[in-house]
């Protein structure tokens, strides 16, 4: 069993629709999670980090988080054009100094059709 | 503010070459991390560091490669005696107290 698991894609969303990325993980230990999205050729840009269960909104971005189920998901609601990217899914454990690696999904790829 | 920057973007080397690449991390990061992506697969773990020293090495694949970082900012990652499957993007990302990780620009490295 993967450590992180995406669906990878590809997964097309009418312009102005809403677009649901899932990720489930493994360690019951994570603390935190995190999106990044990716377009091609490029680094990846953290877009929401969400610690607690429940619902953090951040403009057109709400990340959903329950631990109990070992799921965490990113809505994208007015779905642009310019979304169209690989969505990463991280998931961090809580270490002694702190700040401890990312385990990443491989990703969901999501193309926004006009 | 400067993001995570590195060098060179671009690196094409022979194999059985040695190539060393370089991260600046955002001023006042203490923790800083590699990572590789190879072509059309997700991030792969190298390295972390917090200040200068390395508490988890678990990603290096194997002794060809290392890494350090001086003055609790800039890090260096060597690779020795490159193969092929060495060529991959590599990722610097730095962070702070809030656990969030900033990537750099990445490097291409194509080992031919």
């Known amino acids: 069993q993967k450590e992180v698991e995406q669906n990878s894609g590809p997964l097309s969303v009418p312009e102005g629709a809403i677009a649901s990325l899932n990720c489930t993980y493994s360690?019951?230990?994570?603390?935190?999670f995190f999106w990044y999205r990716q377009y091609s050729g490029k680094s990846p840009e953290l877009i929401m980090s969400?610690?607690?269960?429940g619902d953090k909104e951040d403009g057109r971005f709400t990340a959903q988080l329950n631990k109990a189920s070992q799921y965490v998901s990113l809505l994208i609601r007015d779905s642009q054009p310019s979304d169209s990217a690989t969505y990463l899914c991280?998931?961090?454990?809580?270490?002694?100094?702190?700040?401890?690696?990312?385990?990443f999904g491989t990703g969901t790829r999501l193309t926004i059709i006009p | 503010g400067a993001g995570v920057s590195q060098s060179p973007s671009n690196k094409v080397t022979e194999k059985g070459k040695d190539v060393e690449l370089r991260c600046d991390p955002i001023?006042?990061?203490?923790?800083l991390y590699w990572y590789r992506q190879r072509l059309g697969q997700g991030l792969e773990f190298l390295i972390y560091f917090q200040g200068n020293s390395a508490p988890d090495k678990s990603g290096l694949p194997s002794d060809r490669f290392s890494a350090e970082r001086t003055g609790g900012s800039v890090s260096t990652l060597t690779i020795q005696r490159t193969q092929q499957e060495d060529s991959a993007v590599y990722l610097c990302?730095?962070?702070?107290?809030?656990?969030?990780?900033?990537f750099g620009p990445g490097t291409r490295l194509t080992v031919t």
């Open positions: 969400i610690y607690s269960n």
């Open positions: 360690d019951r230990g994570s603390q935190s």
């Open positions: 990302a730095s962070g702070e107290h809030t656990y969030e990780q900033y």
């Open positions: 001023s006042g990061h203490t923790a």
């Open positions: 991280a998931v961090q454990l809580l270490g002694v100094f702190g700040n401890e690696k990312l385990t």
